[in-house]
Structure formats: C-alpha cells, structure tokens
C-alpha cells in the first residue's frame, strides 16, 4: 500500500522560499509519476508540478513555472518541492499524490483540477503573508 508523507510547510514572506518534501512508500510498480498539487480556499484544486518515475521526465503548470523546481532522491525515497520568489497566491495547502504517468503529466502541464490520483498525502499548509 503506497503512502505519502509530506513536510515542510510554513509561512513566509512574499519572495521568500521553501522547500516541500514528499517521503514516499509502499510501491510494487514502476509505472507511476508524484506529482504536488495545491488548493487554496475558495478556489479549485491546482496541478501544479510532477516527476515521472518511468523517464523523470518533470513537468510544471505555467502558475509556478520558473520558481518552482520538482527533484528526487531514490536513496531517500523523497521527492521535493523547492518553491522560489514565492507570491501571496501561492498560499494554499499543499499536497503530494501518485497517478498514472500520462494523465499526471496532463492535468499538471494544464494546471488542471487534481483528479483521477490514485494516493494522496495529507497536505502542509503554506501561507505567504508580509
């Protein structure tokens, strides 16, 4: 049974940073991607970065592009989130979860709504506030 953990929520200034952290376990098949994903209140989940665990190849929603850098350590079976230049609008809880590579891959290249994951994590609050 795969579980997520994730950690190192916080709140910080505008422009500051942070870095996400997604301990994961439990898997018995290669074929996956983890992705992060965030809702803020009042508005619609967001797809907003994923790894794919067949190529690492790495995708980014264009809201958190240029600032946000997804990465992995095999060793440590973690995948992080390292946020940059942080804005207000970035206030969300944030959460990791697992799918289907081809589909993860999708709804976060359209920042999508987070739909169709097979596992998700229970979510750290990030909040941007001067």
């Known amino acids: 049974q795969v579980q997520l953990v994730e950690s190192g929520g916080g709140l910080v200034q505008p422009g500051g940073s942070l870095r996400l952290s997604c301990e994961a376990s439990?898997?018995?098949?290669?074929?996956?991607?983890i992705g992060w994903f965030r809702k803020a209140k009042d508005k619609d989940s967001e797809s907003i970065s994923c790894?794919?665990?067949?190529?690492?190849?790495?995708h980014y929603a264009d809201s958190v592009k240029g600032r946000f850098t997804i990465s992995r350590d095999n060793a440590k079976n973690t995948v992080y989130l390292q946020m940059n230049n942080l804005r207000v609008e970035d206030t969300a809880i944030y959460y990791c979860a697992v799918g289907p590579p081809q589909h993860t891959s999708l709804i976060v290249r359209r920042g999508g709504v987070a739909g169709g994951l097979d596992v998700w994590g229970k979510g750290v609050l990030v909040t941007v506030s001067s």
């Open positions: 439990g898997f018995t098949s290669d074929y996956y991607a």
């Open positions: 790894i794919n665990n067949v190529d690492n190849s790495t």
